[in-house]
């Protein structure tokens, strides 16, 4: 499974709240939290095959931009799935991961999968929990990370196989 991974200047590692307005961009290669997942991927023989990065505040001025460049680099580089999150418990980042997420599935053929804290989201995950797939996952620093992250994973698989999600779904997600 090839993956393609969301991430907010944060958690791809290229500074905090300050460096907020840092253009959409990505990089061949795991980044950041990305790489935590990629060494769970690898021992399902799949991998991160980009990571793309972008400042929240970057988002919030340009999101028909942002959106409409993800989705068209996605269906140039064909993924098996994009990945957006985890985004913990930064709700500006939660926002665009779920904003960004339903609009590459709603613009193409790719499935989405978030993974999303209920703390300071719940607007958010409630506005988008029946549009998109949010995995639960725990706040920055909670426990459960990373069986959240396996749950994670595990449904990318799902729908890449397109198997039944219902149940895992029900389960596991919002």
Not at 10 to 37: H, N, P, R
């Amino acid at each position: 499974m090839k993956v393609i991974i969301l991430l907010d200047q944060i958690q791809a590692g290229l500074g905090g709240k300050e460096k907020a307005d840092t253009e959409l961009g990505g990089k061949k290669l795991a980044m950041g939290a990305a790489d935590t997942i990629d060494k769970t991927l690898k021992k399902k023989d799949s991998s991160i095959m980009a990571t793309f990065f972008c400042g929240t505040e970057f988002y919030e001025a340009n999101k028909e931009i942002v959106q409409g460049k993800i989705t068209r680099m996605c269906q140039k580089m064909q993924p098996d799935i994009l990945l957006v999150g985890p985004t913990y418990d930064y709700s500006d980042f939660a926002k665009m991961a779920c904003e960004v997420g339903y609009a590459v599935e709603s613009n193409s053929e790719i499935p989405v999968v978030a993974m999303v804290a209920q703390e300071k989201n719940t607007d958010i995950i409630s506005e988008y929990k029946d549009k998109l797939n949010i995995v639960k996952m725990p706040k920055k620093g909670g426990t459960g990370l990373s069986d959240s992250i396996d749950k994670g994973i595990e449904l990318c698989a799902k729908k890449v196989k397109k198997e039944d999600t219902t149940e895992f779904v029900n389960k596991y997600c919002f």
